[in-house]
């Protein structure tokens, strides 16, 4: 039941950015955009999350549309450690607030 | 590091077998949450537990059980294990159960039924 779409897989060269795509067409006015990655075999590592403005931190940016029917995390300057599956999550509008996976963005950074 | 730990990290199982699965949340988090992630895909919510009550529950049938303490650790609990049920069971904690907190994730338990 996974509200988002991303595409399956993409690549970007070492140092340049990485810039993931994630439709949420269907996001409600009080659902927030979650991003995480998953490096193999390891538990999900939270990157970044926002509402209606463009945030920034340490790892990454996220871009929201005005309308929010979509979003785009930019890794700046990805490197090989980079290499993950990343998930753009819309969080379940209920009392859990459970975070809904879907299949991700399989990025490989090439050298 | 997310301060979230699990143990065991590893643990094979025979099917029809019992297994406890523990966790111990972030520093001050309260609030504990379980997943399941098969191989190759993406993990599926459990349940969740806020100040030591369910307050919320995947799809998974009543064998799968948890519990949540009063240091908010938390234990799940799966009987009559399946063949399906090998799979990373996730743990991840956050403060509250505000839709805008941040939820980390410990590096999971593998589980393997046989």
């Known amino acids: 039941d996974a509200k988002t779409t991303q595409p399956t897989s993409m690549d970007c060269a070492e140092g340049r950015a990485a810039n993931l795509p994630c439709n949420h067409s269907?996001?409600?006015?009080?659902?927030?955009v979650y991003w995480y990655r998953q490096i193999h075999s390891q538990g999900p590592q939270y990157i970044i999350h926002g509402l209606k403005n463009n945030e920034t931190n340490e790892m990454a940016s996220l871009i929201i549309t005005e309308d929010r029917k979509s979003s785009t995390l930019i890794l700046p300057h990805a490197t090989l450690r980079d290499t993950a599956v990343y998930y753009c999550?819309?969080?379940?509008?209920?009392?859990?607030?459970?975070?809904?996976f879907g299949s991700g963005t399989r990025l490989l950074v090439r050298p | 590091e997310t301060g979230v730990t699990q143990s065991p990290t590893h643990l094979i199982k025979t099917r029809g077998q019992q297994v406890t699965l523990r966790c111990s949340s972030q520093s001050g988090h309260n609030t504990v949450s379980w997943y399941q992630q098969a191989l190759g895909q993406g993990p599926q919510f459990i349940f969740q537990y806020y100040r030591e009550e369910e307050n919320g529950r995947g799809n998974f049938p009543p064998r799968f059980s948890g519990l949540q303490f009063p240091n908010y650790s938390s234990e799940l609990n799966v009987n009559a294990l399946e063949l399906d049920d090998s799979a990373l069971y996730l743990c991840a904690s956050s403060l509250g159960v505000s839709q805008g907190n941040t939820i980390y994730f410990g590096e999971g338990s593998w589980l393997t039924v046989v």
């Open positions: 269907t996001i409600s006015g009080n659902e927030y």
């Open positions: 999550i819309v969080r379940a509008p209920n009392s859990s607030y459970k975070l809904i």
